[in-house]
C-alpha cells in the first residue's frame, strides 16, 4: 500500500511543478487557471490516501522529534 501514496506524492508535486512553470512555459492562461482551480481537489486528494494508506510512526514525538533523523530528545529542549 505504500506504493499507493508515493506515487500520489509523486504526481501532486509533479502537479505542482508543472503548474509553477506553467507561465515559463507558455501554457494557455486557460489550462493554467483550471490548474489553479483543480489544486485544492488535488492536495485533498493527497491527503486523503496519505491518511488512508500511510503508516503511522511507531515513535512518539517525545521519543523522536523528527521522524527521519535518529535525534533522540533529551527533555531539556
Do not use: C, H, W
Amino acid at each position: 500500500m505504500m506504493k499507493k501514496v508515493t506515487m500520489a506524492i509523486a504526481l501532486a508535486t509533479l502537479f505542482l511543478a508543472v503548474f509553477q512553470s506553467a507561465r515559463f512555459i507558455d501554457l494557455p492562461p486557460e489550462l493554467t487557471i483550471a490548474m489553479f482551480l483543480m489544486s485544492p481537489f488535488v492536495m485533498l486528494l493527497l491527503v486523503l490516501i496519505v491518511l488512508k494508506y500511510g503508516t503511522p510512526s511507531v515513535f512518539t514525538f517525545n521519543e523522536r522529534f523528527y521522524d527521519d533523523n535518529d535525534y533522540k530528545r533529551n527533555g531539556n529542549e
